[in-house]
C-alpha cells in the first residue's frame, strides 16, 4: 500500500515538473514574440532585441534540461534497467539547446550593455537557428523512445495527437532554424538588422511554442499511460 501510494505521488510530481517545464518553454516563445512585436513597434528597438535575445536564450535552457529529463526517464524507468541505448535516438543534439541558450544569454548581456548591440545579437540569432536545425528531432524522438519502451501500453487519443503534434514541430523547426539563420546572416551583412533580427526572433518563438506544446502532451500523455498500466 505504501509503495503504491508513494509511487503514484512519484508519477504525479513528474507530470507537474515535467508539464511545467513544456509550458515555459510556451511561455518563453510566446515572450519573445511579444518583445519582438513591441520592438517592431518602435519602442526602444535595441534594448528590446537584446531583451528577446536572453529571454529565448533562457527558454532554449529550460527545454534542453526539460528533454534531457523526460529522455532519461523514459530509457530508465524507475525500478528498471535501461531499455534503448541512448545513440538509437541521437541525443547527443540535446547538449547543443545548454550550450547555445548559455551563449545567447552572455551575448544578449553583453548587447544590452552597448557592446556591439548588433553584431552579438545577430551572431546569437544565428546561433539559436543552428540550434533549433541539430535539436529539431528531439521531440519526436521522444515519442518514439516512448513507444519503444512501452509497446503493449495502449496509446490514448491524446497522446496519438501529442505525437502527431511532435512529429510537425521537427519540421517547423527545421524551417524556423533556416530562416532565422539566414535573416541572421543578412543582419551581420548590415541589412535592415533590426527589422530582420526581429523577425527571426518571432520566427524562432513560433518554433519554441509548438514544439513546446508537443513536448508538454507528449509528457501528460506517457505518465497517465504508465499510471493506467501499473493499475
Partial sequence: MSSTYTEAASSSSVVRDGTYGGLADAVGGIATIVLAIVALAGVHPVIILSVAVIVFGATLLIQGGTLVSEYERAMFPVGDAGVVSPEQFGVAGL?????????????????????????????????????????????????????????????????????????????????????????????????????????????????????????????????????????
Fill in 95 to 231: 547538449s547543443t539547446l545548454f550550450l547555445v541558450g548559455v551563449a545567447g544569454i552572455v551575448l544578449g548581456i553583453l548587447a544590452l550593455l552597448g557592446i556591439a548591440a548588433e553584431t552579438l545579437t545577430a551572431i546569437s540569432v544565428i546561433a539559436f537557428g543552428v540550434s533549433l536545425l541539430l535539436s529539431s528531432s528531439s521531440v519526436s524522438h521522444l515519442f518514439r523512445l516512448q513507444t519503444t519502451s512501452r509497446p503493449d501500453a495502449p496509446r490514448s487519443g491524446g497522446e496519438r495527437l501529442a505525437g502527431e503534434m511532435a512529429t510537425g514541430s521537427a519540421s517547423i523547426q527545421v524551417l524556423g532554424g533556416l530562416a532565422a539563420i539566414v535573416l541572421g546572416v543578412l543582419a551581420v551583412a548590415g541589412i535592415n538588422q533590426n527589422i530582420l533580427l526581429l523577425s527571426a526572433l518571432i520566427v524562432l518563438g513560433g518554433a519554441v511554442i509548438l514544439s513546446g506544446s508537443a513536448l508538454t502532451g507528449l509528457i501528460i500523455g506517457f505518465m497517465r499511460s504508465r499510471s493506467a498500466v501499473s493499475r
